[in-house]
């Protein structure tokens, strides 16, 4: 499974941005979730799905503003950030789980993306 994860970019305080992830059709029966990681911190969870995007999960930071979703057509995720802060800036990652459910937990995915850089100014 690759996963290339695009749509990062730079953007003002309450922009928008849409992240998106091609994770490839042998992760269509996976949980996928997005992570984000700033330097000299660890990496933190920010929003999960299982399987068929019926159940999602967010970190309570973004709930409200984030929204995770997935098609399983074009094997791809997404993650759409509205209302952006610049405590949101972060390299952002996308995983796929080892399970059909989501998870907020890091050891539960078994392949990660490259990242993209994402940006809020104030």
């Known amino acids: 499974v690759q996963l290339q994860a695009s749509g990062g970019g730079l953007v003002p305080t309450g922009g928008s941005l849409r992240l998106s992830c091609a994770a490839g059709?042998?992760?269509?029966?996976?949980?996928m979730g997005w992570f984000r990681q700033v330097p000299g911190k660890e990496r933190e969870f920010v929003a999960t799905?299982?399987?068929?995007?019926?159940?999602?999960d967010y970190a309570d930071s973004v709930k409200g503003r984030f929204t995770i979703s997935r098609d399983r057509v074009k094997n791809t995720v997404y993650l759409q950030m509205n209302s952006l802060k610049p405590e949101d800036t972060a390299v952002y990652y996308c995983a796929v789980s080892r399970y059909a459910s989501g998870s907020s937990q890091a050891g539960s995915y078994v392949k990660w993306g490259q990242g993209t850089q994402v940006t809020v100014s104030s």
């Open positions: 799905l299982n399987w068929n995007g019926g159940n999602t």
């Open positions: 059709r042998t992760s269509s029966n996976n949980g």
